[in-house]
């Protein structure tokens, strides 16, 4: 009994502080932040209601109550900051009233920078009787903005009335000026990423503001959600549209045409517009697949000129390359033969038709026909080794040496038969 007693005291003598139905830690001090709370209906006028809240620390309920409104933009003083709850710690906020549908969630965080002390954040509930069907009407504009002799489009969906549209590209931004009647507003901008490639941020107020992002592939949308009443967005990107340099031309050409093996072979070319201190690689591929690799510099003007000897017979083909801004630009192709070198052409002296052996000249046959009629067969034969002189000297394919031989044999030829000859006409008859 005594024992139970005693657990009583000790729990009497905590120190409990009781504000709008919630319980703080031991030992604390009472909180003196606050927020202000206010809750309305379609048509912007007050309604009492109760905002349930919920606070969670990863991801563990640590608080589960209500705070009753009573008075429009009603001050609650709260324990949310660092000296009461986990940094970390989320709180959520939903208002409700009889007859209405709940609101939207709202979501504050503890985080380091927290205030200790003083005004933490502002938020109005709006609450859809049941039943009730509201309409909203959507408004649709395009604005075209130019920049660097571009136009582009930015297309924008919002509840609200904009009032003026401004393309600051000295800031990277647009500012959107708006009027929202209704109680909760939205905008959604689209842009076009060659225009605006981000990342983004959106500034409501002068304040730094939230949005969703959405890509669409070549452009993003950004929704921006706010109250009711005028205000000054801007959207400000990382990144704006700049005008890229245009990828250089290379050109690749060879001199002269036909190519013996060992000749030189001219390349030149241009690589336009120029580039400083620019290489350039040109790569010679044979019918074997044989690769011949050869890099120069480019000359001051932009154009270039490389020789080379190549010595293996058959087809190529050569372009030339060039590395820009991680990109490889590529010359036309050039495909050209190389043939074999002439062989000199050598005429082998065809062997001279050698004389039939003479057959030592019989004597002649005495009878009684005189001897001079053998006289007609040595003209004949005298005509026969002219003929056969003339048709040697015709061959062009004879060497002036060979002919001479062949004039010398058959003239000896015919001055030993004609000697023969005479010599048995002069010798004396027989009986």
Same mark, same amino acid.
């Given at each position: 009994?005594?024992?139970?007693?005693?657990?009583?005291?000790?729990?009497?003598?905590?120190?409990?502080?009781?504000?709008?139905?919630?319980?703080?830690?031991?030992?604390?001090?009472?909180?003196?932040?606050?927020?202000?709370?206010?809750?309305?209906?379609?048509?912007?006028?007050?309604?009492?209601?109760?905002?349930?809240?919920?606070?969670?620390?990863?991801?563990?309920?640590?608080?589960?109550?209500?705070?009753?409104?009573?008075?429009?933009?009603?001050?609650?003083?709260?324990?949310?900051?660092?000296?009461?709850?986990?940094?970390?710690?989320?709180?959520?906020?939903?208002?409700?009233?009889?007859?209405?549908?709940?609101?939207?969630?709202?979501?504050?965080?503890?985080?380091?920078?927290?205030?200790?002390?003083?005004?933490?954040?502002?938020?109005?509930?709006?609450?859809?009787?049941?039943?009730?069907?509201?309409?909203?009407?959507?408004?649709?504009?395009?604005?075209?903005?130019?920049?660097?002799?571009?136009?582009?489009?930015?297309?924008? #969906?919002?509840?609200?009335?904009?009032?003026? #549209?401004?393309?600051?590209?000295?800031?990277?931004?647009?500012?959107?000026?708006?009027?929202?009647?209704?109680?909760?507003?939205?905008?959604?901008?689209?842009?076009?990423?060659?225009?605006?490639?981000?990342?983004?941020?959106?500034?409501?107020?002068?304040?730094?503001?939230?949005?969703?992002?959405?890509?669409?592939?070549?452009?993003?949308?950004?929704?921006?959600?706010?109250?009711?009443?005028?205000?000054?967005?801007?959207?400000?990107?990382?990144?704006?549209?700049?005008?890229?340099?245009?990828?250089?031309?290379?050109?690749?050409?060879?001199?002269?045409?036909?190519?013996?093996?060992?000749?030189?072979?001219?390349?030149?070319?241009?690589?336009?517009?120029?580039?400083?201190?620019?290489?350039?690689?040109?790569?010679?591929?044979?019918?074997?697949?044989?690769?011949?690799?050869?890099?120069?510099?480019?000359?001051?003007?932009?154009?270039?000129?490389?020789?080379?000897?190549?010595?293996?017979?058959?087809?190529?083909?050569?372009?030339?390359?060039?590395?820009?801004?991680?990109?490889?630009?590529?010359?036309?192709?050039?495909?050209?033969?190389?043939?074999?070198?002439?062989?000199?052409?050598?005429?082998?002296?065809?062997?001279?038709?050698?004389?039939?052996?003479?057959?030592?000249?019989?004597?002649?046959?005495?009878?009684?026909?005189?001897?001079?009629?053998?006289?007609?067969?040595?003209?004949?034969?005298?005509?026969?080794?002219?003929?056969?002189?003339?048709?040697?000297?015709?061959?062009?394919?004879?060497?002036?040496?060979?002919?001479?031989?062949?004039?010398?044999?058959?003239?000896?030829?015919?001055?030993?038969?004609?000697?023969?000859?005479?010599?048995?006409?002069?010798?004396?008859?027989?009986?």
């Amino acid at each position: 009994m005594r024992f139970i007693l005693i657990i009583l005291l000790l729990l009497l003598t905590l120190p409990i502080s009781v504000e709008a139905g919630h319980r703080f830690p031991i030992n604390q001090d009472f909180p003196s932040t606050f927020v202000q709370i206010n809750v309305v209906n379609e048509n912007e006028e007050f309604i009492p209601s109760l905002v349930h809240v919920r606070s969670f620390y990863d991801n563990i309920l640590i608080d589960d109550y209500s705070l009753t409104i009573s008075e429009p933009n009603q001050n609650l003083t709260v324990p949310w900051s660092k000296l009461f709850r986990g940094i970390g710690t989320e709180v959520e906020l939903i208002a409700s009233s009889e007859g209405y549908k709940n609101s939207d969630s709202y979501l504050f965080t503890i985080t380091e920078d927290t205030p200790t002390t003083g005004f933490l954040f502002q938020n109005t509930f709006v609450l859809t009787r049941l039943g009730s069907i509201s309409t909203v009407e959507i408004n649709e504009v395009t604005e075209t903005v130019q920049y660097l002799d571009n136009n582009f489009n930015i297309l924008m #969906f919002t509840t609200s009335e904009i009032q003026e #549209f401004t393309f600051d590209p000295d800031i990277t931004s647009i500012i959107v000026d708006l009027d929202e009647s209704n109680p909760k507003g939205f905008l959604n901008v689209t842009m076009p990423k060659l225009l605006f490639g981000g990342p983004f941020r959106v500034v409501v107020d002068g304040f730094l503001g939230s949005s969703t992002r959405y890509d669409n592939g070549d452009s993003f949308t950004l929704q921006i959600d706010y109250l009711s009443g005028s205000h000054e967005i801007i959207i400000k990107s990382q990144t704006i549209f700049q005008i890229s340099e245009p990828d250089p031309i290379l050109t690749l050409d060879i001199l002269n045409g036909d190519f013996k093996s060992g000749d030189t072979l001219s390349f030149t070319g241009t690589l336009l517009p120029i580039q400083p201190q620019a290489e350039i690689t040109l790569t010679f591929t044979d019918s074997q697949d044989n690769v011949i690799i050869r890099n120069f510099d480019v000359l001051s003007d932009g154009s270039f000129e490389y020789n080379i000897n190549l010595e293996l017979v058959g087809r190529w083909n050569v372009f030339a390359t060039y590395e820009f801004e991680g990109k490889i630009i590529k010359s036309n192709i050039i495909i050209f033969s190389i043939a074999p070198i002439d062989e000199p052409v050598v005429i082998e002296p065809e062997d001279a038709d050698e004389p039939e052996d003479a057959d030592e000249p019989e004597e002649p046959i005495v009878n009684e026909e005189p001897i001079v009629n053998e006289e007609p067969d040595e003209v004949e034969d005298e005509s026969e080794a002219k003929e056969g002189i003339s048709e040697q000297t015709s061959d062009s394919n004879t060497t002036v040496l060979i002919l001479v031989i062949v004039v010398a044999v058959a003239a000896g030829l015919i001055f030993f038969k004609k000697d023969l000859i005479l010599s048995k006409l002069n010798s004396p008859k027989k009986d």
